[in-house]
Nanobody, 115 residues
Framework: QVQLVESGGGLVQAGGSLGLSCIVSGSILRVNVMSWYRQAPGKQRELVASITRGAVTKYADSVKGRFTISRDNVKDTVYLQMNSLKPEDTAVYYC?????????WGQGTQVTVSS
């Protein structure tokens, strides 16, 4: 069983920055892939960024060059640094952990970008 606790959401003006954190219960080294997803009102949940155990990263085209995903295996934490935020980045952001065939989700944290 893996539990994820997110933090760091909030309200920011367009062009600003926010950082999200996701603490993984137990060892993050058990997790194959850590990801951040987001879901805006009326839209499907979408993958924002992912990072493998070997630190290989992948980003949605819409956030490339603006967002950075990273992980700290000592602190069992994955981060999402979001820069140059746009109103269309407004969504609930969810942390996801893939362990074997199972997926685990955090409770979500709201990010609101005002224009």
């Amino acid at each position: 069983q893996v539990q994820l606790v997110e933090s760091g959401g909030g309200l920011v003006q367009a062009g600003g920055s926010l950082g999200l954190s996701c603490i993984v219960s137990g060892s993050i080294l058990r997790v194959n892939v850590m990801s951040w997803y987001r879901q805006a009102p009326g839209k499907q949940r979408e993958l924002v960024a992912s990072i493998t155990r070997g630190a290989v990263t992948k980003y949605a085209d819409s956030v490339k060059g603006r967002f950075t995903i990273s992980r700290d295996n000592v602190k069992d934490t994955v981060y999402l640094q979001m820069n140059s935020l746009k109103p269309e980045d407004t969504a609930v952001y969810y942390c996801n952990a893939n362990v074997g065939l199972a997926d685990y989700w955090g409770q979500g944290t709201q990010v609101t970008v005002s224009s």
